[in-house]
């Protein structure tokens, strides 16, 4: 047997490999050691080392009951007992034995065979093993402080070796003595031998790096799942460790460079503007209204960060554009306004809703003259209570709200000015010069879809800077927005199901009419509708008249001494009203449902439905959509070039001239084609009428809703407090008093 053994010896062929990563030198011909090699186990004492798992390690399952004592008392003759199957089994026992014992361990030399490469040897030693290089001490250009000593020149350590001839793996060299002092049970956790990110904790690391959690939040999801900090099989420092692994193989190529590849093939960071072709086909659809706000420190460059939004035939957030620029001046709203009209093939908004930055009102007029430019009613009220004026602001939603002709707002200012003993003051003439931004008595038919706030933009900024922590970097920071912009394509989506799936039950009054128009609005858009149609019963018809083609209704609130004007185009199939509700909001008013009541139609006229808060809103962009989920990749407009040709472009325009194309058998309201400057003989011949009743004086027919000294009996209302604490709901409530 032994000569067999010594032959075998003179044919084999070692070859030494050496890993020396950490500088360390124990003083071997070929001895250098490796960074510390982390196994994951789940033992931490010795009377956890029976179970079956670690039974498994060895030739003998009866070892342990041979050897008799416990396992950090074991000396060289009990390690040249233990017999193992595989070096992985070795490495994990020797770790058991380093964490019931109170010591870390590390990896040392390894040899291979030169005949076929397998693995002969493996040595592994005590953490403390050796002692730090001169050369690393004295370093006379050192830039970072120094780390602490921890090589003691501990000579604990254990060489494992593989017997050829009966092909298992025993102990060659044990040396148990340290000269350390070992380290307490509940301190083990914290040595790195024995931690450790394993794969299935990687894979969850990613996907909330990915998600935009914040480090802190992924640790304690860790714990929490773990039942305490002392089961985690990590540290902190280890999970950012990962992470900036992570972030260095994302750019390896620099950041801007990453986040450009990520766009488009341009590499100039001085202004950025993105959107893909979902986003554009959304604004194509549902361009009429735009709202568009800034947001800071949602990146590590602390860039201003413009979002542009609008609503959607849900009446969901739908985004049409991003842009990260240098400043907030003229000329960059002006460039980003012009790449969101290039984007969208040249359609421009009708309303434009933001903060009452003059930047920003200053690009509007310059670049969409033609369109209505809206103050946020939000910042205005909490402009106004930062004045320190409580009581004033209490009483100014009714001037903004309340009032529906200029009227009685000139009339409810002045009352409100003089009880408050604040004419004169510069904030108060500053709001007023600006009163056709804001208040509703001078939005009467101007399509805002409802909205009043900017409030979509700051819950979209919100959300961001939930998601991204202030360092992000701008790779990171784009592809955290395109996953945000999926989040609200998925819930568009499930809309979309809802809408086809369900079937409201519709009875009480007008419940065939209710029937008609499920099948006709997307769920929350029908909604919205019946809500207008519990307000009709308010109104009674207590008169009607024929001029042409055109039936003529004049109602009676029964509550309010207020008659209201309904007008019918019979040949159109089209109705409009005083309060111009349907021109501003896009839904039929509460006046039109009383006559359609009195008149016991069954369905709402085709002239009053308007497309963008149907079912089939978007139907014209629906195989656009498809191909843009195929190849989701988002499209940076830059500024080079003119811009595309326009093709339809808001004008301005009565908004009571509603034309119709007589060829189209489809007279669906269509916001395209609605508002588009028309002839004025159009208008004459949809709705023909007598001179004293002109369709451009119908707005004159609003009747007065404001009395003399309501301001006096304003008070802290619930629709202020809901304006505070949901300004977006509140979007769809602009006034119960039409």
Not at 649 to 662: C, G, I, L, R
Request: aromatic share 10%; glycine share 4%; with cysteine.
């Amino acid at each position: 047997m032994v000569d067999n053994q010594n032959k075998k010896d003179e044919n084999t062929e070692l070859e030494c490999y050496s890993h020396d990563e950490d500088g360390y030198n124990s003083g071997s011909d070929c001895e250098t050691y490796a960074g510390e090699e982390q196994i994951e186990y789940k033992v931490y004492d010795d009377k956890h080392i029976h179970d079956e798992k670690t039974v498994d390690y060895f030739i003998d399952e009866n070892i342990w009951d041979k050897i008799g004592k416990e396992l950090k008392d074991y000396d060289e003759n009990d390690m040249d007992m233990l017999k193992w199957k595989s070096i992985e089994d070795c490495i994990e026992f020797y770790k058991i034995y380093a964490k019931v014992k109170g010591f870390g361990v590390r990896m040392g030399q390894l040899v291979k065979s030169r005949k076929d490469g397998h693995l002969v040897s493996k040595k592994m030693l005590c953490r403390k093993e050796g002692h730090r290089e001169e050369r690393w001490i004295n370093l006379p250009d050192r830039k970072r402080k120094q780390r602490p000593m921890c090589k003691t020149g501990c000579e604990a350590r254990i060489k494992f070796k593989f017997d050829e001839e009966y092909q298992y793996w025993k102990v060659e060299k044990f040396h148990a003595e340290h000269n350390l002092e070992m380290v307490k049970p509940t301190q083990v956790p914290y040595m790195r031998s024995f931690r450790k990110i394993n794969e299935l904790d990687e894979i969850k690391i990613k996907s909330m790096h990915n998600s935009g959690i914040t480090p802190n939040r992924m640790m304690r999801n860790f714990v929490d799942e773990a039942g305490s900090s002392k089961n985690v099989r990590f540290i902190s420092k280890d999970l950012y460790n990962f992470l900036d692994r992570i972030k260095r193989e994302e750019v390896k190529d620099g950041d801007a460079e990453t986040m450009m590849a990520y766009l488009d093939e341009y590499g100039n960071l001085e202004k950025l503007f993105w959107c893909d072709g979902i986003s554009r086909t959304d604004y194509k659809e549902f361009n009429h209204v735009l709202a568009f706000d800034t947001t800071y420190k949602c990146n590590a460059y602390n860039k201003p960060f413009v979002v542009l939004v609008g609503v959607n035939h849900h009446r969901n957030t739908v985004l049409f554009g991003c842009a990260l620029v240098v400043h907030e001046k003229e000329d960059t709203y002006i460039w980003v306004l012009q790449q969101l009209i290039a984007a969208g093939d040249g359609y421009k908004p009708l309303t434009v809703i933001t903060d009452r930055d003059k930047a920003m009102a200053n690009a509007i007029s310059q670049v969409l003259p033609e369109a209505k430019h809206r103050l946020c009613l939000w910042h205005i009220m909490r402009n106004v209570k930062s004045n320190g004026n409580k009581s004033f602001h209490d009483g100014f939603m009714r001037c903004a709200n309340k009032c529906r002709t200029p009227m009685d707002f000139e009339q409810a200012w002045k009352e409100l000015v003089d009880k408050h003993e604040v004419e004169g003051k510069v904030w108060v003439q500053d709001l007023y010069e600006v009163k056709e931004k804001w208040a509703e008595a001078y939005m009467q038919g101007y399509f805002y879809a409802g909205m009043r706030t900017t409030q979509r933009c700051e819950s979209m900024n919100k959300t961001l800077k939930a998601l991204l922590d202030k360092k992000v970097m701008l790779y990171r920071f784009v592809e955290c927005c395109h996953k945000e912009l999926q989040s609200l394509r998925w819930k568009e989506g499930h809309q979309d199901y809802k809408t086809m799936d369900e079937q409201p039950y519709c009875d009480g009054v007008l419940a065939t009419l209710k029937s008609n128009a499920a099948k006709i609005y997307t769920r929350n858009a029908f909604s919205t509708l019946c809500k207008e149609i519990t307000y009709e019963g308010f109104y009674l018809v207590k008169e009607r008249e024929l001029q042409n083609d055109c039936m003529c209704y004049w109602l009676e609130n029964v509550e309010k001494e207020k008659s209201y004007l309904v007008l019918k185009n019979i040949t159109h199939d089209s109705m409009r009203c005083c309060c111009m509700k349907l021109e501003s909001v896009g839904f039929p008013c509460r006046h039109m449902f009383a006559v359609l009541k009195y008149e016991k139609v069954k369905e709402i006229p085709r002239g009053c439905i308007m497309k963008r808060w149907t079912i089939n809103a978007k139907e014209d962009g629906l195989e656009k959509k498809d191909e843009c989920v195929e190849s989701d990749n988002p499209t940076t407009v830059q500024a080079r070039g003119k811009p595309k040709k326009i093709k339809r472009q808001a004008s301005s325009f009565n908004p009571t001239h509603v034309p119709y194309d007589e060829d189209d058998e489809d007279v669906t309201l269509d916001l395209h084609k609605t508002f588009e400057s028309i002839p004025k003989k159009h208008c004459d011949q949809d709705m023909k009428h007598t001179d004293a009743l002109q369709i451009s004086n119908l707005a004159g027919y609003m009747p007065n809703t404001y009395k003399k000294d309501d301001i006096s009996k304003a008070s802290y209302s619930n629709e202020l407090k809901k304006m505070k604490t949901n300004p977006t709901v509140f979007d769809w409530q602009p006034n119960n008093d039409w």
